[in-house]
């Protein structure tokens, strides 16, 4: 139904009879002097009027802001030495950005202002953070060298981000997803303080260097990536299919930080693996 700020602005002709109706479709006062014929300033609303009325949706860009904070506390705690507490943030404010999408559509409230957030709390979360909290951890040992790969990282995070508003994926991912490279590097150090590695030594943080630069790199690359937005939770699936899903959660509740670290590993690794995989088809 076309509500009263949907319809276009439009003038009043000085001819028009103040019998017929206004912008609402209601009868009743036109916003026009009867002697002069100019329209009232002050009974014609303005774009910016309507804009303020219309406002946003509130739900879906909660929880977006809910993410965006996690990865500031992501920052902070690494900041703060608190590198576990900071790696759980990440994890956080992946799920948190899986939400607001899937809230957004299953609610019917999206918009270019929350698609617009939603970019820029994922640069947070999942550009910003993982670098400092790589870079805090232990690349900062590095000297120069820490500063350079952090900074690939996170620059190649903006251009990924980028190029996904500009040119947008559907079923499957140019370059690896932000938050799996987020998850990466959350991983490595969430194994690294669990099993109590200590201090890292130059050659870790060197491994750590290589890894967060690399992982940057995956971003602005060409590989496809499997996307796994398009899963549809209310098609019916096969028994089996949820027998596996309890299996895998029975695994990953055994060793939580090593699962997840092979699980993001692989995952980033599919994507060279598929190109490499086409090349060698296409010889043969």
Known sequence: MTTHEDKPLRSVDADTPRSLTD????????????DSGRVDADEVPTRGS???????YLLPNLITTAALFAGFYAIIASMNGDFIAASLAIFVAMALDTADG?????TNTESAFGAEYDSLSDM???GVAPALVAFSWGVSNLGQLGWVATFVYMACAALRLARFNTKGDSTSFTGLASPSAAAIIACCVLVWQTYGGGSPSVFAAAVMGVITATTGLLMVSNFKYYSPKHINF??????????????GFSVLLVDPPTVLL???????????????????????
Do not use: C, N
Not at 102 to 106: I, L, M, P, T
């Open 234 to 247: 209310k098609e019916r699936i096969p028994f089996v299919t949820l027998v596996l899903i309890v299996m």
């Open 50 to 56: 309507q804009f303020r009325r219309r406002g946003i």
């Open 102 to 106: 899937r809230v957004a559509r299953w």
């Open 124 to 126: 947070v979360a999942f």
């Open 262 to 284: 092979t699980l993001s590993t692989g995952y980033a690794l599919s994507g060279p693996v598929q190109y490499l995989w086409r090349r060698s088809k296409k010889r043969t």
């Open 23 to 34: 912008e609402s479709g209601e009868h009743g006062h036109t916003g026009r002097d009867p």
